[in-house]
Structure formats: structure tokens, C-alpha cells
Nanobody, 122 residues
Framework: QVQLVESGGGLVQPGGSLRLSCAAS????????IRWFRQAPGKEREGLSC????????SYADSVKGRFTISRDNANNTVYLQMNSLEPEDTAVYYC???????????????WGQGTQVTVSS
């Protein structure tokens, strides 16, 4: 059974950093693309970044390019989202998702985690 579990969210001051984790179970990460989304109250879901299956090509939304970095650790079956220079506008629930085996970063996601809250505030 494919499962994704996000962690690493919390409260951080503007300008600070957080690293989110997306731990995968029930499948081998090497063959799966993983995407990070966020959703703030009253706003639409926003795709942030995606990393393809091996070799792990990364892509980013303009809103986070240069501040966020996605990476994968296949040995630990985990994908990370390093978030730097955080702003109050980054406050949201952050989710990871995957289209499933063989899917790409342009495929529709089929499996989602439960999300982790990120709050950027002084």
C-alpha cells in the first residue's frame, strides 16, 4: 500500500528555514515522481516543486525558485523540501503526492500525504 507521511513543519520567523520530509512506504521511491504542494486558508492548492523518478530531475514554481530545494534520498525512501528565506506568505499546509509507479511530474497525482503545517510569523 502506497503511503506518504509529511513531517518537519512548524512555526518559524520570517527569513528562517525549515526542511520538510516526505517519507514513503509501500513502494520503492526510485521509480516514483514526488511533488510538493501547499494550500493556505482561502486559497487554491499551489504546486511548488516536483522531482522525477531516477535520475531525479527537479522543477520549481516561480514563487519558490531560488528559495526552496527538493531532493530525494532513495536509501531512506524520503523526499525533502528545504525551504529558506521563508515569508509570511509561505504559511500553509504542505503536502507531498505521487502519481504512482512510472508516473512523471506531468502526471495526475494518485496518492497524497496528510500534510504538515508551516507557519511563518514573528
Amino acid at each position: 500500500q502506497v503511503q506518504l507521511v509529511e513531517s518537519g513543519g512548524g512555526l518559524v520567523q520570517p527569513g528562517g528555514s525549515l526542511r520538510l520530509s516526505c517519507a514513503a512506504s509501500g513502494f520503492t521511491l526510485d521509480y516514483y515522481a514526488i511533488r510538493w504542494f501547499r494550500q493556505a486558508p482561502g486559497k487554491e492548492r499551489e504546486g511548488l516543486s516536483c522531482i522525477s523518478s531516477t535520475p531525479g530531475t527537479a522543477s520549481y514554481a516561480d514563487s519558490v525558485k531560488g528559495r526552496f530545494t527538493i531532493s530525494r534520498d532513495n536509501a531512506n525512501n524520503t523526499v525533502y523540501l528545504q525551504m529558506n528565506s521563508l515569508e509570511p506568505e509561505d504559511t500553509a499546509v504542505y503536502y507531498c503526492a505521487t502519481p504512482g509507479f512510472g508516473g512523471s511530474c506531468t502526471s495526475r497525482d494518485r496518492y497524497w500525504g496528510q500534510g504538515t503545517q508551516v507557519t511563518v510569523s514573528s
